[in-house]
């Protein structure tokens, strides 16, 4: 069975992207599967077949999130882009990206427009995706 939308989002958002490293996931196009490998423990059972890695929300190492935060932020006023400045060199820019009952710095309104941001460009990388495995 081809992966739903739904599969490639949540290898997409999950992805760290580093096959050397945390690992990666990849799309098995001989046997129309969504797996897991990594250097350190490879899948071999996918080695003879015809595979394609996916891509990832936020590569490990790529603060690829963070410049976005960043980027995105700066719509607000800047008495509250300075707040969420110094909470990050606080406490970091992951954390800062975070709703504030779970230890971030985000209100309900502020996670809001931030998840919009981000399944936008999660559905970006699911049409990318699905052109990979078309090809």
Known sequence: MPPTDRMLTGAIAANPGRYDGAGEYRYCRTCDAIFFTRAAQPDTKHDEHNVVALP???????????????????????????????????????????????????SDEEVAQWRQVIEAELKRLVAESRALLAD
């Open 56 to 106: 990832a929300l936020n590569q490990d190492g790529s603060d690829r999130l963070s410049r976005a935060f960043k980027v995105f932020i700066q719509r607000w006023s800047e008495t509250r882009r300075d707040e969420i400045e110094r909470f990050a060199q606080r406490r970091g820019w992951e954390l800062a990206m975070e709703h504030a009952d779970g230890g971030g710095a985000l």
